[in-house]
């Protein structure tokens, strides 16, 4: 059973598009919901972390929100730009701290 | 400056041998948390440590070993017992247990052959 689901598996988009990431779970009594970045061989980096009282989290060109009753969660990017490019994944917490993580989104921003 | 590291990078290991991995914050965090990732299977959680002397099993313990004697550090083994334990190893710390953000280290890919 995959309990956080990401689609598309894989993105690919000019320079300049705006672009929204998908992220679905299927329980909703959730903590808190992150999106984090990955690039090739390296490790993750956190980007925005949604606490479960919240619908929204900004940092620069990215927008999180999170709607629990739905199960869904996105990440909408700003402008993208190459340097945009990895793979971005979303995680979920339940009241025991544990993350458990979607398989992740693959983006390719082509210049 | 602060954060996670984990060493080595790479690490080739015959079939039937123990090894160990390092990880080390000075983020000053309280819990510590190891991942396996496989590719197309996202990361899955080994262990995990909310304090000091206390730690407990993830998702896949199986065929590992972990201890926490420091703040510090969180050194995983994965034993002989582990049927498959070529993949990319992540360690990770966080501040509190439900709603801080998790820091990453850049991970150690384990080739046992």
């Known amino acids: 059973k995959q309990e956080v689901t990401q689609i598309p598996a894989a993105l690919s988009v000019p320079e300049g598009e705006n672009l929204v990431l998908n992220c679905s779970f299927t329980?909703?009594?959730?903590?808190?919901l992150q999106w984090f970045r990955q690039d090739p061989g390296k490790g993750l980096t956190s980007l925005l972390l949604?606490?479960?009282?919240?619908r929204e989290q900004t940092s620069g060109r990215l927008n999180a929100s999170l709607d629990k009753s739905s199960g869904r969660s996105t990440l909408y990017i700003a402008a993208s730009q190459p340097g945009d490019s990895a793979t971005y994944l979303c995680?979920?917490?339940?009241?025991?701290?544990?993350?458990?993580f979607g398989q992740g989104t693959t983006l390719q921003v082509k210049p | 400056d602060g954060g996670i590291t984990q060493s080595p990078k790479y690490l080739f290991r015959k079939e039937g041998q123990n090894v160990t991995l390092s990880c080390e914050q000075n983020?000053?965090?309280?819990?510590m948390y190891w991942y396996r990732q496989d590719p197309g299977q996202g990361l899955r959680l080994i262990y995990y440590?909310?304090?000091?002397?206390?730690?407990q099993k993830g998702d896949i313990a199986e065929g590992y070993s972990v201890s926490r004697e420091k703040k510090e550090s969180f050194p995983l083994t994965v034993t002989s017992a582990q049927k498959n334990p070529t993949a990319f190893y992540l360690c990770?710390?966080?501040?509190?247990?439900?709603?801080?953000?998790?820091?990453f280290g850049n991970g150690t890919r384990l080739t046992v052959t």
């Open positions: 990770a710390s966080g501040s509190g247990p439900y709603n801080s953000p998790l820091h």
């Open positions: 329980d909703s009594a959730i903590y808190n």
């Open positions: 949604i606490q479960s009282s919240q």
């Open positions: 995680a979920r917490s339940r009241n025991t701290g544990k993350l458990i």
């Open positions: 983020l000053n965090h309280d819990a």
């Open positions: 440590s909310q304090i000091v002397n206390d730690f």
